[in-house]
């Protein structure tokens, strides 16, 4: 299974205390339908707990019977949808009058008290929504009908803190969330407190595997930085060697000198504690500097004379 449909699992298995509230679930299921209740298919699915969660419950609060259909040649991610279905017109009809359904406006008596909003975003998740793995990237929608009914659902649940965005994707109304924070909030509220904790855990180690990643390169930046110094430095040394000797050095130069050709691979402070007189890692420095300015000073006398 896929986080999603882990996530709208958990949320299936959560049962309503009240009976308002199994109500708002399901009419957030219903409200947020495309074709209902014109047509018999309330919605499709590829989650299986999904369509039996919703066709039992509506079964056992107002006795009507719903068919689930599985096509395996419609394929979503490898797993076949299930259709949900109201065939009876009549049952439609009757529920669209007990839920006092509208394609333009929310019925406010599902939404009103915070448990029965919970219960009404629920439904609407398991309908219309999707989370993508935290390990890819930090993304919920929820998919409406209509731009109405999307800017009613942003404004309710703009009241709990809950941030939503909203865009256009061909023919619907997307309410979608970018933030990990918001996301876990949304998550928690709807009663899916486990993964947004999962979430939370992603996010944790995503950013200690950044930490990790930056002082890293970090280090490998500086390292590259020791190896270039080094070989240049070395570079120097063999110059003076091979043209004036080291003897061309100053007294206080010669022991580092002969240090840094012995171990290219040491840093500063490495080297300082090689010294019979140990330096700072900045006297080193300083040091190896004169060292490469006696170099450019042989240099320059060799190019003259030639």
Known sequence: MSFCQDVKRELCKLEEKKECCLKARLYGMLCFSRSFPEEAQVFATENKFVAEHFAQSLAGMMGTFVTIRSDPRRLKENAPMYAVLIEDPHQRELLCESFSISATAL??????SPHCLAAFLRGLFLLSGSVTNPEKEYHLELVAPNRMLAEEVFQLVQETGIRF???KRKHSEILYLKESEQIED???FIGSSKFALQL???KVMKDVRNKVNRVTNCETANLDKTVLASSTQVQDIRYIEAHGGLAFLDD??????QLRLNNPELSL???SELLKTPLSRSGVNHRLKRISAAADKLRSREGKTQ
Do not use: Y
Request: net charge negative.
């Open 107 to 112: 019925n406010p008596e599902f939404t009103e």
């Open 165 to 167: 965005k909203m865009t």
């Open 269 to 271: 402070r490495e080297l």
């Open 186 to 188: 949304f998550l928690t």
């Open 200 to 202: 939370m855990d992603v």
């Open 252 to 257: 206080d130069l010669r022991e580092l000198a």
